[in-house]
């Protein structure tokens, strides 16, 4: 395994046919710090995403097919852990999460294994009605039990994660549709991982078409529920136990 100094960070960008936004996402990220490496994982895209990333300073892992968001970070914590990193984190290619956070949500890794972009916690105007809402409040509501601390927008992809949580999702990370959110967070926690999260604000994307319509609303509901018990019959992986356990204070 290659030795990287532990105050670099892993920029996880998962990316489908994301030409039009992703080269000024990595652009933007790496301008942020220098202490971030971006890795674009090309998750079987059919345009130039690869090509323009790479131009744009990223190194890009490509995926021979499209394996969805889950897929393609399970690919990116195996780099990852490969290549060294103590504390990645997820950024979307279409430009929606604002690398000026980045450094906000890397900061709740000092009290919690995992730390979340929250978009619902008072900080900016980004909202969501209907199907959506209720179901991202009930998920909200009971995976703040279970993590014992409030959390208020649980399906956010914006998430930072330090070494514990990476070999927790090397052993439990699924694929499956609204794994990479509520499965993956609600077994984390089940297997002793902490979280927190940390208020930002949301961009609109910064190139191509948004997926969300009533239709997909209504189907999000009914999916989101199934996801979240079905995440509850997921065994428990083992957290390694060289590393204590974190206390995040209540309603962070």
């Excluded at 730390?115 to 009605?129: E, K, L």
């Excluded at 940390?198 to 996801?227: C, D, W």
Aim: hydrophobic residues 45%; proline residues 5%; contains cysteine.
């Amino acid at each position: 395994m290659n030795s990287l100094p532990t105050q670099r960070v892993l920029i996880i960008m998962p990316a489908w046919n994301e030409e039009e936004a992703v080269a000024a996402t990595v652009a933007e990220v790496l301008a942020a710090s220098e202490s971030y490496d971006v890795l674009v994982v090309n998750d079987g895209s059919t345009d130039s995403t690869a090509a323009v990333a790479a131009a744009a300073g990223a190194t890009v892992l490509n995926l021979p097919f499209n394996l969805g968001v889950g897929g393609a970070m399970r690919a990116g914590f195996k780099y990852a852990r490969r290549m060294g990193y103590s504390r990645v984190i997820q950024v979307d290619a279409d430009g929606q999460h604002d690398p000026r956070n980045i450094a906000e949500v890397l900061a709740g890794l000092e009290v919690a294994d995992i730390s979340i972009g929250a978009r619902f916690a008072d900080r900016g105007d980004y909202t969501v009605r209907g199907p959506r809402k209720w179901a991202m409040l009930v998920l909200a509501k009971v995976i703040s039990a279970v993590a014992k601390t409030k959390l208020t927008d649980v399906t956010s992809g914006f998430r930072a994660a330090n070494d514990r949580a990476i070999s927790q999702y090397l052993d439990h990370y699924p694929a499956e549709y609204l794994g990479d959110t509520i499965d993956s967070l609600v077994v984390a926690l089940r297997s002793g991982c902490t979280v927190t999260q940390v208020p930002v604000e949301m961009r609109p994307r910064q190139g191509g078409t948004p997926s969300h319509n009533p239709m997909k609303a209504a189907i999000y509901l009914g999916r989101s529920v199934f996801a979240l018990l079905f995440a509850f019959t997921r065994k428990r992986s083992v957290v390694p136990s060289n590393q204590p356990s974190l206390t995040v204070p209540a309603g962070e």
